[in-house]
């Protein structure tokens, strides 16, 4: 196996484990929302919003669907959420990233003859099992769905009425990950580079300690280059939101490592720090969401002391 691929590997485990209890809900009801049904919310230009704990984008053109992600819950689940809009038939599935709560639905589509797509690390990623937060080795997802098309560099894909652009970014929220355009919708899909109702989950300390806070924010820079004041942006996990609720998100970012590094160089420990409660008045996610703000804090905390996810 490449070193590359084992290390997204290691960080598929340690996101999943986050995304599972970062479901909205799950830390304030005890709700899976993964479980839950699945929600259609209508984006414009052809264009939805499927939520189940992490969220998928369809998007209809004038014979035949792109679905970006295929989320978590029960395959059957999402065929007929898609069925329900639109009977044309999925042509294309963009997964964003390795991680099983974007692609659990990868082979229920390929047997109805999409083509997978992704990077080549998330597409190998795929393809190996991995331990999950408890422990437990799980198995690959189902062959059939494994990406049989890989693209590394911004590419073009499209189907009659829907075009979008296939963005590869580097170590951000981990390894292998892509951001999604639609330049026609002006709508954005970033996927698990951005989770807009908490603050931010990435490999920093465990699993691959491949993710980058740095690399985060450059990220979000490229994407807010890319966005104008009417991109509608679709997140992993959480709500929409737009170019003025993830700019406001980006400055947080900056200013608490900005805070964080000042109460390092006083010497102050982590718990000090955690205890400081810098997000205290901070709103930048939306309402609703896990409140994850400590244990942001104290992963941003060691990956500063360390450089290990900096």
């Known amino acids: 196996m490449m070193p590359a691929t084992r290390r997204l590997l290691a960080a598929t ?158 170590n951000a929220h981990g390894e292998g990950d892509a951001m999604v355009f639609f330049p026609k919708a002006n709508v954005l899909v970033l996927g698990d580079l951005h989770h807009s109702h908490e603050y931010p989950v990435w490999d920093a300390v465990t699993g691959c300690k491949c993710g980058s806070y740095e690399g985060n924010l450059q990220v979000y820079r490229q994407a807010l280059k890319l966005a104008d004041a009417r991109t509608k942006i679709v997140p992993g996990h959480g709500g929409l939101t737009n170019k003025a609720e993830v700019t406001a998100y980006v400055a947080m970012l900056e200013r608490v490592r900005g805070q964080v590094k000042a109460l390092i160089a006083r010497g102050k420990s982590k718990d000090e720090v955690v205890a400081a409660k810098l997000l205290a008045d901070d709103h930048s996610p939306q309402p609703g969401g896990p409140d994850n703000r400590d244990n942001f804090i104290a992963t941003l905390y060691t990956a500063l002391q360390t450089g290990v996810g900096a």
């Open 13 to 170: 485990a340690f996101a999943l484990a986050a995304a599972l209890a970062a479901a909205p809900g799950w830390a304030q009801t005890g709700v899976n929302a993964f479980k839950g049904p699945i929600t259609t919310t209508a984006i414009g230009g052809g264009l939805y919003q499927l939520s189940a704990g992490s969220n998928a984008v369809l998007a209809v053109g004038a014979d035949g669907a792109i679905l970006i992600d295929s989320l978590f819950n029960d395959p059957a689940k999402l065929v007929a959420s898609v069925e329900a809009v639109t009977p044309r038939p999925v042509k294309l599935l963009v997964n964003t990233h390795a991680h099983l709560d974007h692609t659990a639905g990868n082979a229920i589509y390929a047997g109805k003859g999409a083509r997978i797509v992704s990077t080549s690390l998330a597409a190998g990623a795929m393809q190996q099992p991995f331990t999950g937060g408890d422990g437990t080795q799980r198995p690959p997802i189902d062959k059939a769905g494994w990406p049989t098309t890989t693209y590394d560099k911004v590419t073009t894909l499209s189907i009659p009425g829907q075009s979008l652009r296939f963005i590869p970014v580097r």
